[in-house]
């Protein structure tokens, strides 16, 4: 059975920290392209950041700098450590993890975790 469990989301003050992790189970993880994903109320799902299975990261440009995705392929889990938070980055996160072989794309999702940013 397929799980994807994140946790570390909470309040947090303008400027202030949380790191978020997604601990993954029942697939190969380190096969596995991992994302973080977040939704805001009214708004889309977007992506945040990602990391490819050789480490190859990518960053939305509203948290480039301040945000870093990183993957523990012996825990399992992959980690968003977010810094300098701002009131925009309030929404629900979620892990994502996904495989592209050839002619199917296969997703996994987490039940995400809240941040919220505020004074």
């Known amino acids: 059975q397929v799980q994807l469990v994140e946790s570390g989301g909470g309040l947090v003050q303008p400027g202030g920290s949380l790191r978020l992790s997604c601990g993954a189970s029942g697939f190969s993880f380190s096969d596995y392209a991992m994302s973080w994903f977040r939704q805001a109320p009214g708004k889309e799902r977007e992506l945040v950041a990602s990391i490819t299975s050789t480490g190859g990261t990518n960053y939305a440009d509203s948290v480039k700098g301040r945000f870093t995705i990183s993957r523990d392929n012996a825990k399992n889990t992959v980690y968003l450590q977010m810094n300098s938070l701002k009131p925009e980055d309030t929404a629900v996160y979620y892990c994502?993890?996904?495989?592209?072989?050839?002619?199917?794309?296969?997703?996994?999702w987490g039940q995400g975790t809240q941040v919220t940013v505020s004074s």
């Open positions: 994502n993890a996904g495989f592209a072989g050839l002619g199917y794309r296969r997703d996994y």
